[in-house]
């Protein structure tokens, strides 16, 4: 998910905090018989809004989503794409001040700095994730990448939707070792000189990269701690890390003079031959990459040693989503079997479930094991068994900035 969002100044907060909880279009009655509320539900419109840089994610939802709905529940998905989360944020925002009680978002794809900055604003409706059929029968609601985001309670504000993961993707004809570690992906890149850079922060797999060596050269613990770090322990601690970054910096893609403004860049100098690595917080991308043809055949994946990041992303209701109802239908219909499978497969998309598969009965976990995932994919068990936990989101921020000022501005 996309991304970063800041409070513009002190007046907004204190106005946001004057604002009510009650401004919701429609009290939405989230407990009520299933059955009842999705009849409710029947012949109104959804509007979804969600990133919308994806080609594979934006086909998913147009060619499989939507006409499912309209067969099974006679709701009309309205997907609305925006280039970054807090443009979403920011709407519902300007929309609060005003006290604007019925809005134009139903749906929003969040995660992250994006949800604590929306509980902590009261931007969200009611707590309704539990009352989903599929999150009660589907969903481990207990495991810890759940029923926390970043290190934020999510207390069913929002609906856990994907797992994601970090991989880092190469060239298989131009590596032939891959470097499982930090350590030995700088003595590759000094003797690979030009061959491998990663995204400028603030984008978010940029920052993924940053915070996975955070955890490597570092460690994690003081970031979990309950006793928040002030500012100045987190600079100390970061130190490591920015020196790392600033030593293998002259030996990045054009010397490091300059770093890809986006993942999105970074993939483009992946596909021209000009950098042997690429990278992603989403382990089933390549494969679709491949299939659509933008990726070599001969691409691959692989994860370090020690693991990599992993989290959960999810559906919110906004406060004052005008179809409430419509809302919890979509999302439980996204959290059904078909539609997490379809999701998995490369084909459509290649996000990994948020289904807890020891819930499942065989015949519905052989509908995600007969996905082909492809050559460039790592297995799900390899995946599951190196899944190390974010740090919590006020850390994420914080490391952007130092980014650009200890290793940006060197």
Not at 362 to 386: C, H, M, P, R
């Amino acid at each position: 998910m996309k991304r970063r969002w800041m409070l513009a100044s002190s007046a907004l907060i204190f106005a946001l905090g004057a604002c009510s909880q009650e401004q919701v279009a429609t009290e939405a009655d989230f407990s009520q018989d299933w059955n009842e509320l999705a009849t409710e539900a029947e012949g109104t419109t959804v509007n979804l809004y969600m990133w919308g840089g994806s080609d594979s994610i934006n086909s998913y939802f147009d060619e499989w989503v939507t006409p499912r709905l309209e067969e099974q529940y006679d709701i009309s998905l309205n997907r609305v794409p925006v280039n970054d989360t807090q443009e979403i944020l920011t709407q519902l925002l300007d929309e609060k001040t005003a006290g604007k009680e019925s809005g134009s978002i139903d749906i929003m794809w969040i995660n992250g700095e994006n949800f604590r900055n929306a509980k902590d604003n009261d931007l969200l409706n009611q707590p309704f994730a539990d009352k989903l059929p599929n999150v009660a029968e589907l969903v481990d609601q207990q495991a810890p990448q759940i029923a926390e985001d970043f290190g934020i309670p999510v207390d069913n504000l929002q609906a856990p939707w994907g797992t994601a993961q970090f991989v880092m993707t190469y060239n298989s004809e131009d590596v032939i070792n891959v470097p499982t570690s930090f350590d030995k992906l700088a003595q590759w890149v000094q003797d690979n000189p030009g061959q491998f850079t990663y995204p400028a922060l603030p984008d978010f797999t940029g920052g993924a990269f940053v915070r996975h060596a955070l955890e490597e050269i570092v460690g994690t613990e003081q970031f979990t701690s309950d006793e928040p770090l002030e500012r100045d322990e987190f600079d100390t601690i970061m130190e490591p890390v920015w020196e790392y970054l600033n030593a293998i910096e002259p030996y990045l893609w054009r010397a490091g003079d300059t770093y890809p403004e986006s993942l999105a860049r970074l993939d483009q100098l992946y596909t021209n031959g000009e950098v042997a690595y690429t990278m992603a917080y989403d382990p089933i991308k390549a494969a679709a990459e491949v299939q659509n043809g933008r990726f070599p055949d001969s691409t691959r994946t692989f994860i370090f040693d020690g693991g990599t990041l992993s989290n959960t992303h999810y559906l919110a209701i906004p406060f004052n989503a005008e179809n409430p109802l419509g809302a919890a239908v979509v999302i439980n219909e996204l959290l059904s079997v078909e539609a997490q499978a379809a999701k998995l497969d490369p084909a459509n998309w290649g996000d990994l479930p948020v289904l807890d598969f020891s819930k499942l009965s065989d015949e519905q976990q052989q509908v995600f094991t007969a996905i082909d995932l492809g050559e460039a994919s790592l297995s799900i068990e390899e995946l599951e068994s190196k899944r190390i936990a974010e740090i919590p989101s006020i850390y994420v921020e914080w490391i952007e900035e130092g980014w650009l000022e200890n290793v940006a501005q060197n």
